[in-house]
């Protein structure tokens, strides 16, 4: 199974840009990287999923190196609400039958 | 529109009882699944539903655990015979498919 390495904490001024790493050297050539957050006492919300190419929505850019082997997320004007655990999650497996393997996620803090 | 429900919202019981969780997804999604959070750490898979095939039931950590789904509405989580480390936030998600999972708010489950 391919795993996810994020680091535990990161801090992030308001108004400035977070970029959260994570490494998945494992990962296969079919498996997708997925980025959820989990604001606190709150269900996961998810937030973009790419397999090679860079991608963008109105949450945030993630970005995947060329080997694959680790990407990061992009929240161009972090603001105090995006203050939450930020998971990297590779998935297993193919089709439908694929499923998220979550990891310890990233605990970012949003300061004023 | 309407999210992912989930009942109750906090679950008190005794060791040794049974207790049913219920989930209602999103209207139309296919894709059912239920994970369980330990507090500090992440999603752990319990168990998923896809459509008429048989679920999935790879994650559930005894037979003390099992789940139901009645077509593509509500399911039920049922725990016999709970145990002080089942305690823990039961998470619900539904989805059209596994890319983008809607997650509900959780039943915080404490067994004393």
């Known amino acids: 199974d391919a795993k996810t390495t994020q680091p535990p904490s990161m801090d992030c001024a308001e108004g400035r840009a977070a970029n959260l790493p994570c490494n998945h050297s494992t990962i296969s050539g079919n498996e997708y990287v997925y980025w959820y957050r989990q604001i606190h006492s709150q269900g996961p919300q998810y937030i973009i999923h790419g397999l090679k190419n860079n991608e963008t929505n109105e949450m945030a850019s993630l970005i995947i190196t060329e080997d694959r082997k680790s990407s990061t997320l992009i929240l161009p004007h972090a603001t105090l609400r995006d203050t939450a655990v930020y998971y990297c999650?590779?998935?297993?497996?193919?089709?439908?039958?694929?499923?998220?393997?979550w990891g310890l996620g990233t605990s970012l803090a949003v300061n004023p | 529109g309407a999210g992912v429900s989930q009942s109750p919202s906090n679950k008190v019981t005794e060791k040794g009882k049974d207790v049913e969780l219920r989930c209602d997804p999103i209207?139309?999604?296919?894709?059912l699944y239920w994970y369980r959070q330990r507090l500090g750490q992440g999603l752990e898979f319990l168990i998923y539903f896809q459509g008429n095939s048989a679920p999935d039931k790879s994650g559930l950590p005894s037979d003390r655990f099992s789940a139901e789904r009645t077509g593509e509405s509500v399911s039920t989580l049922t725990i016999q015979r709970t145990q002080q480390e089942d305690s823990a936030v039961y998470l619900c998600?539904?989805?059209?498919?596994?890319?983008?999972?809607?997650f509900g708010p959780g039943t915080r489950l404490t067994v004393l």
């Open positions: 999650i590779v998935s297993r497996g193919a089709g439908n039958n694929r499923k998220l393997i």
């Open positions: 998600a539904s989805s059209l498919s596994v890319d983008t999972q809607y």
């Open positions: 209207s139309g999604h296919t894709a």
